[in-house]
């Protein structure tokens, strides 16, 4: 049974920083792409970026890139998304989701694409 765990949330002053863990179980995510998503209250789900976990390569949405990084630990099967330069626009439910990959592929951007998904962490940048 796949279960991605969010954590690392919280209350941070714009300028800040967080650092978002996703501890991934169930299986082997090595051949397996793994997302963060936003959703802001009245929003839609957005794609903030990904990695792929075998490969290392990452894409970043156009508002986060240059502050934002993806990085894998493979001892202890977990994503992280550390956050720098927080901005009160970066306030929402933060997800962690992963799906099959296919060889270096990174692109994945629409929620659709994603199979599994974890319960979210809240992130609220004040200013």
């Known amino acids: 049974q796949v279960q991605l765990v969010e954590s690392g949330g919280g209350l941070v002053q714009a300028g800040g920083s967080l650092r978002l863990s996703c501890a991934a179980s169930?299986?082997?995510?090595?051949?397996?792409?793994m997302g963060w998503f936003r959703q802001a209250p009245g929003k839609e789900r957005e794609f903030v970026g990904a990695?792929?976990?075998?490969?290392?390569?990452?894409n970043y949405a156009d508002s986060v890139r240059g502050r934002f990084t993806i990085s894998r630990d493979n001892a202890k099967n977990t994503v992280y998304l550390q956050m720098n330069s927080l901005k009160p626009e970066d306030t929402a439910v933060y997800y962690c989701?992963?799906?099959?990959?296919?060889?270096?592929?990174?692109?994945?951007?629409?929620?659709?694409?994603?199979?599994?998904w974890g319960q979210g962490t809240q992130v609220t940048v004040s200013s």
């Open positions: 169930g299986r082997t995510f090595t051949s397996y792409v």
């Open positions: 990695i792929n976990w075998s490969a290392g390569n990452t």
């Open positions: 989701a992963a799906r099959k990959a296919y060889s270096t592929r990174v692109y994945y951007y629409s929620s659709s694409e994603y199979t599994y």
